[in-house]
Every structure is written in C-alpha cells, then in structure tokens.
C-alpha cells in the first residue's frame, strides 16, 4: 500500500533563472510558481561562471524565507551548479564558489567537503553525463526532468510537442517511465558499500517554447516530481542537514491519482519503490537509510 503522506515539507531542487547562462526569467517567476505549486522550499544552483574561482554563490541574495501572497512562508536555499572535467556536479550547503572547470570532478568534490557541503551529480547519463564514478560524491540525481523530457526526442518530436501544447499533463505522464540507468547506478554504488543518497532535479529553467507556447512553466515543472521531506523547521541549515540525511523521498506527483495502484517493491540495496505499470513508472522513491542526526562532513 502507498505510504500516507503526513506533516512533510515539500519542494524541489535544481532550479535556474536569469543568473544562468541558459534561462532569462526572473525571480520573481520562480517565486510565483513556487507559492502557486504549494512548496515550502525550492533549491537555486545557477551555473558558475567558468572562470569562477571564489567569491559568493551567484543568487545567493535570494537565500532565506519568501511569505507568499497567503502568507505561507516559502524556503530558498543556494547552491550551485559546476561544470568539472568529469561532468557537473551540484555544489550544496556551500558558502562560496570553488574553481571547478577543467578540473577532475574528485577534486571539485573534496573542495565541496572542505565547505562542509555535499555533492550531487545531476543528470548522470545525459546533458554530457558523468564519468568518474569512484569519486566521493554524496548523491545522484535518480530523476531528472530535462533527462526525461529527452525521451520526447526522435522522428515524432514535432507530434509530441504539439500534444505538450495542447494536453501538457498528458505529455508529462507519458514521459515519467522508471528512470532505469540512473537507480541501476545508485543500487550498484550502494552495493559497493557507498552511502549514495538518490535525489531529483526539478532542472527548470522556464526556456522552452513553441509558437508562442511555454512548454517547460515553473509552475508546471514544480508540480511534476518533488521531495518530500520529514516535518521540520523552516530554517537554512536544518533543512540542508534533512535533504543529505536520506531522510527525504522522491514522489512523482504528477501520478498522485494512481496511488491506489502502487505496489511496493523492495531492492536488495535497501531502497523501495511504489511501482505503477508493472515496474514500467514509478509513484514514488525511498533511499534505505536515513540518518536522524545528519553530521556535515
């Protein structure tokens, strides 16, 4: 049976805007999707600029507590999004840029660990992927929006864009297949005695349209898959601890109508799954463990 959700925190992580090279929308876009979602944080990781070698976090001023039009109080963390010689890496609970392009991705990663922060690789087999799978990175993104939106690729593109136009949640339900590669990963890591947290990447930058249409929302890439962490305070440096202990869980949101459907399945590396469709979708992703009292490296 699907787990009940009670008190939790919800939100996102891996979200772009105008800081970054690849998307020119506002903030106060971002915001706005934010509170018309329901979240109660969201997680900024603008890509640095390839010559950063130091200095504050780009966004970083946005950091802290945002009431929204009701009142509710929404949570904007920062961290960042590098490009290293092994592919990106999200920098998380840092305080300031490391230099990272060119530069092998282990060594990026032990100058994550020296902020006290954790590193998350994003999109681990598309957008450039990664290739350095005995470094000591913290996480890896199991889903990934703009990887799943790649499967729209292919000699039907045109028909498949112009059903995202017309019956949008439609589309997005059809994309949202089991992320085979990505768990197949983090099952082989966690095999190998490797504490790998599985994490999902909203990857929003409100960048694509067509004839006029924005087919990627914020508000719409919100509401696709989110996480869903524990009940806690809103405050930056206890829900940075939440999101590295293992203690959140990925839920395709998008799927919530089907819960009646899903069937638990447990992995021998300690992670369960609410399954739909035989295995072919998921409804929702728990890491094995989960550390209560997290302890920053």
Not at 80 to 92: I, S
Not at 138 to 161: K, M, Q, T
């Amino acid at each position: 049976m699907p787990a009940l959700l009670l008190a939790a925190l919800i939100g996102v992580l891996h979200v772009h805007h105008e800081p970054s090279h690849d998307s020119d929308a506002a903030f106060q876009d971002v915001l706005a999707a934010a509170h018309a979602a329901g979240l109660d944080f969201l997680v900024l990781t603008e890509h640095a600029p390839d010559d950063a070698s130091g200095g504050p976090l780009p966004a970083v001023e946005h950091a802290g507590l945002h009431p929204g039009p009701d009142g509710r109080e929404l949570l904007v963390l920062v961290g960042v999004e590098v490009g290293t010689a092994d592919g990106h890496l999200l920098a998380l609970d840092v305080r300031e840029l490391m230099p990272a392009n060119g530069r092998p991705g282990r060594d990026v990663v032990a100058d994550i660990h020296r902020q006290g922060g954790f590193a998350v690789v994003p999109h681990p087999f598309t957008h450039g992927g990664w290739s350095d799978w005995d470094a000591p990175f913290d996480g890896i993104e199991v889903h990934n929006n703009a990887s799943a939106f790649s499967r729209i690729s292919g000699p039907l593109l045109p028909f498949r864009i112009l059903r995202a136009v017309v019956a949008r949640d439609a589309a997005l339900r059809a994309m949202l297949v089991r992320p085979d590669a990505e768990l197949a990963k983090q099952d082989e890591l966690l095999g190998a005695g490797r504490p790998v947290r599985g994490y999902s990447g909203a990857d929003a930058h409100q960048n694509v349209s067509f004839l006029g249409a924005q087919l990627d929302p914020y508000v719409q890439m919100f509401g696709v898959v989110q996480t869903v962490c524990p009940d806690g305070p809103l405050e930056q440096a206890a829900l940075w601890r939440t999101l590295r202990s293992g203690c959140c869980h990925i839920r395709y949101a998008l799927l919530d109508g089907r819960a009646h459907e899903a069937r638990r399945v447990d992995f021998p590396s300690g992670r369960t799954e609410l399954q739909l469709d035989g295995g072919r979708r998921v409804l929702e992703l728990r890491d094995g463990t989960c550390d209560a009292d997290p302890v920053a490296r």
